[in-house]
């Protein structure tokens, strides 16, 4: 009796080992479902309003009023707010058409009361606060096996969407897939000043529940992203790749539809780089990345990189005749991709062209010249700066702005810019900080170091 016991305690064990051992056929996926919450008020012309708890991140948007200057100030306790910045505009919502204006979605900071002061009465301003919520795990199911898309060029690596934390319940919508015939180029209009990739992740989850739930599309617009560090990232779902790198493909090569370009989003891949390039230009990192990824769409789909050819919506039927690798502003009255990223697109057609032909422009070594007379003057939190251009063989692409609170040690690069000038704010008050700033152009080259200058916040 005892004998038959313990084989029955065995075979109970081995058959729990079993179901949790890692198999081959699947993959374990991250889930960080995103805490969210909102408050909403008819808003005159100002109004302060609580959230339920911090948040990292804040969107505001309103019924009515499209064109109605909305500016957000954040703060912690109620009392002391940060400068005001605008609610902006998040390219997606533009497209929604459903009455309702979608503001940017900007970094809180934690901020638990946020003051909206608008230039016309607003009868129904939704503040909406999200942030991370905890991580979980589970492993998937074998994805089926699929033909492999044949390309002259090679895949970037891509995080997963449970590489960056997706969380499936928020997804609605059922995937429908094409032959890919175009590529657009969008920015996400979002903070540039995340520090790391899990700063990345963070953002591109807040995006998600702000286009798949807010915005009621059922999914993150972008087919892809792209963060300042050339990581690329999964955006709308195709199907589970049991752990394979994710091309965005059905299992026979066709494209899956996302929600990037109204009117034109089947047959088109919609490629986001994480931030905004209004007055910037993308980082090396992030141009390298994309290049790669529009030269891979690119060679597998047969597409001419630098070709302006007629497209047709293989769903509506309708036709224009647009860029191959486009801006999202060649497609409708919106700033995005922003003014100074949107300059650099012939150069990275022809950067895509040379991949693609299996060639590679001449080799750039040559770095920018030292930014010359870099000034700065203190403020309440902050520091401006101010510096002289650099000049390099091709073009200087931007400034790293690099500041630590010792003259010789600890320094940080801080942010990038590609003017001359910037404003470093949210210091510590009455601290004395020192800064640096060095040039960089278009192959990653880097000027040496300009005059170290220091200041004060009062």
């Not at 901020?111 to 999200?130: E, N, S």
């Not at 690329?232 to 049991?242: K, L, M, N, T």
């Not at 780089?273 to 993308?282: E, M, P």
Request: charged share 15%; net charge neutral; proline share 5%.
């Amino acid at each position: 009796m005892r004998r038959l016991l313990t084989l029955v305690l065995l075979s109970c064990i081995l058959a729990f080992v079993t179901v949790l051992a890692p198999t081959s056929s699947g993959a374990v996926v991250r889930v960080a479902p995103t805490v969210a919450h909102q408050v909403s008020a008819s808003v005159s012309a100002t109004r302060t309003l609580r959230l339920r708890e911090g948040a990292q991140y804040v969107a505001a948007f309103w019924r009515g009023n499209p064109h109605a200057q909305v500016t957000l100030a954040f703060s912690h306790d109620g009392t002391h707010f940060d400068e005001p910045i605008g609610a902006g505009r998040d390219e997606l919502g533009l497209q929604r058409s459903n009455g309702t204006t979608y503001g940017a979605i900007h970094d809180a900071g934690g901020a638990l009361t946020v003051r909206v002061v608008t230039d016309r009465p607003l009868a129904r301003v939704t503040i909406l606060g999200m942030s991370d919520g905890d991580f979980t795990t589970h492993r998937t199911m074998a994805a089926p096996a699929g033909q492999a898309a044949q390309a002259a060029t090679t895949q970037p690596p891509v995080e997963s969407r449970s590489g960056w934390g997706a969380d499936p319940q928020y997804m609605t919508w059922a995937p429908a897939f094409y032959p890919t015939k175009k590529l657009t180029v969008h920015h996400t209009a979002t903070s540039n000043d995340y520090a790391d990739q899990a700063g990345a992740e963070s953002q591109i989850r807040s995006i998600y529940y702000y286009h798949s739930v807010t915005q009621g599309w059922g999914d993150i617009g972008y087919n892809f992203l792209i963060d300042k560090f050339g990581n690329v990232y999964e955006g709308r779902y195709s199907r589970d790749y049991g752990g394979a790198n994710p091309s965005g493909d059905d299992a026979t090569g066709n494209g899956v539809t996302g929600a990037h370009t109204s009117g034109w989003n089947s047959g088109s891949v919609g490629i986001a780089l994480l931030g905004t390039f209004t007055d910037r230009d993308v980082t090396p990192a992030a141009r390298q990345a994309l290049e790669s990824l529009l030269a891979w769409e690119a060679s597998r789909n047969g597409i001419d990189p630098q070709a302006t050819e007629p497209f047709v919506n293989p769903v509506s039927g309708a036709t224009i005749t647009s860029p191959n690798i486009a801006g999202h502003r060649d497609y409708a009255a919106t700033a995005c991709p922003g003014d100074t990223f949107y300059l650099a697109l012939p150069g990275i057609r022809a950067d895509v062209a040379a991949r693609v032909a299996g060639s590679s422009p001449p080799t750039d070594t040559t770095a920018p010249s030292v930014p010359a007379s870099l000034a700065a003057t203190g403020g309440k939190g902050r520091v401006s700066l101010t510096w002289a251009a650099s000049t390099d063989d091709t073009a200087v692409t931007g400034y790293q702005i690099w500041r630590s609170r010792s003259a010789s040690t600890g320094f940080t690069q801080v942010a990038t810019t590609s003017g001359t000038s910037y404003v470093n704010s949210s210091l510590a008050r009455r601290v004395t900080y020192y800064y640096k700033v060095r040039a960089y152009d278009a192959a990653a080259n880097v000027s040496a170091f300009s005059n170290l200058v220091s200041a004060r916040t009062s």
